[in-house]
């Protein structure tokens, strides 16, 4: 529900509001509006996993 909603996407990357701070909260993120956006977000997150040595590389064929 809008009651569960504790940021948008732009909240958190401005740093207004804090994404999560443990491994056992969940983040769901949905996807709607400008494809740019959805670009941009994925360049960001791609760039703070690389920061973090976090992540893994999958072959897309």
Sequence with gaps: ???DI???IGEVVAKI???RESEEE???FTST???IQDAVT???AYKKALEKG???TIEIV
């Design 1 to 3: 529900t809008e009651h």
């Design 6 to 8: 504790w940021a948008e």
């Design 17 to 19: 509001k804090p994404g």
């Design 26 to 28: 969940i983040t769901i």
């Design 33 to 35: 509006g400008l494809a």
């Design 42 to 44: 994925a360049h960001l």
């Design 54 to 56: 976090i992540g893994k």
